[in-house]
C-alpha cells in the first residue's frame, strides 16, 4: 500500500544546530507540504513543493528550508535550530491541481534545548 | 491570504448526542472545504469534504454544510460515540491554489 513517512518520529536538538527531517511518500504524487503543529495555532503551512525541483514558502518559513531532488522526498532543514521551533512537524502530499485529499505521516516531535 | 477560523476549540458532549464544529473562512475565491480527525500520536486523516457548487454532503452519521454567501461551513456528527473523541481540523484552499489553510482545531470529547 502506499504510505508517507517521516523519520525520525521523536528528534531533541541543541540551540543552534543544523536538523534534517525527512519524509517519503509512495503514493507519486506531485504536491508535497510541511506543517508544524502547536497549541492553538492548528496547523501551519511552512514550505510546499508542486514538483521536482520546484519548491516554496509558506506562511511560517523562516529559519527552515528544503529541496526536491526526486518526487519521493522533501526533506525538511532548519539551517540553525531556535527553541521557538519546538513543535509537531508533518509533512504531507496530494495528487493534482485542484483540491483533493492530503495525505500527512504520522508527525516528527522535535524539541530545540 | 486566506484565514479560516474555527469554534469552538474545545466541545465535550455526551454519548449519543450529536456535536457541531463551524469554520469560517475569508478568501471568496475558496472553492474546497474539507474537515480532518487527528486521534492522539496520529497524523490528520479526512474524514469528509465539500466543494463549493455543493450546500451539504453527508457520510452515514457525518454531514458538512457549506453557506458560501456567509462563508462558513460546519461539521455535524449524530450520534456521537467514544472513538469519535480527537481533534478535528477544518480546511479551505482555492482552486488555483493546492495548499490547505487550516482551522486552529476543535478538540472533541464524547462523555460515556
Known amino acids: 500500500d502506499a504510505e508517507i513517512t517521516q523519520s525520525p518520529r521523536h528528534k531533541i536538538t541543541e540551540t543552534g544546530r543544523q536538523v534534517t527531517l525527512a519524509c517519503h511518500q509512495t503514493w507519486n504524487h506531485n504536491n508535497m507540504f510541511w506543517y508544524r503543529q502547536d497549541l492553538g495555532h492548528g496547523l501551519r503551512l511552512i514550505h510546499y513543493s508542486y514538483g521536482v525541483h520546484d519548491t516554496n514558502k509558506g506562511e511560517v518559513s523562516d529559519g527552515y528550508s528544503v529541496s526536491r531532488s526526486n518526487t519521493e522526498d522533501l526533506p525538511l532543514t532548519l539551517e540553525s535550530a531556535a527553541s521557538s521551533q519546538t513543535s509537531v512537524y508533518f509533512c504531507?502530499?496530494?495528487?493534482?491541481?485542484?483540491?483533493?485529499?492530503?495525505?500527512f505521516g504520522q508527525g516528527t516531535r522535535l524539541t530545540v534545548v | 491570504g486566506e484565514n479560516v477560523e474555527q469554534h469552538p476549540s474545545t466541545l465535550s458532549v455526551q454519548e449519543g448526542d450529536s456535536a457541531v464544529i463551524k469554520c469560517t473562512y475569508s478568501d471568496s475565491a475558496s472553492n474546497y472545504f474539507p474537515w480532518y480527525k487527528q486521534e492522539l500520536g496520529k497524523g490528520p486523516q479526512l474524514i469528509i469534504d465539500?466543494?463549493?457548487?455543493?450546500g451539504e454532503k453527508k457520510d452515514q452519521r457525518i454531514a458538512v454544510t457549506l453557506n458560501k454567501t456567509a462563508k462558513h461551513f460546519s461539521l455535524h456528527i449524530t450520534e456521537t460515540q467514544p472513538e469519535d473523541s480527537a481533534v478535528y481540523f477544518c480546511a479551505a484552499s482555492t482552486g488555483s491554489a493546492r495548499q490547505l489553510t487550516f482551522g486552529s482545531g476543535t478538540q472533541l470529547t464524547v462523555l460515556p
Open positions: 504531507a502530499s496530494t495528487e493534482g491541481t485542484q483540491g483533493t485529499e492530503a495525505f
Open positions: 465539500i466543494r463549493s457548487n455543493v
